[in-house]
């Protein structure tokens, strides 16, 4: 029997939600999460359709500076 440790994929699911798929347009996010096992290791893949790391740090460069200028 193979076990993961409870809520280990916990921030990577946090940080897509967040800066991914919060930021964008619509209703259309999509977040996958698979469970595997492979040569008994067990496997995580996370893949979402969110804005991405460059445009998400774009966005909080414009929101951080719009809250200092306020």
Do not use: S
């Amino acid at each position: 029997m193979i076990t993961g440790t409870p809520l280990i994929i916990q921030p990577f699911v946090e940080n897509a939600i967040l800066h991914g798929l919060k930021n964008k347009d619509g209703n259309e996010g999509i977040l996958t999460i698979e469970v595997k096992i492979m040569h008994n290791i067990l496997q995580y893949i996370i893949t979402d359709n969110g804005i991405g790391r460059e445009a998400a740090g774009k966005l909080y460069k414009i929101k951080k500076l719009t809250w200092v200028c306020k």
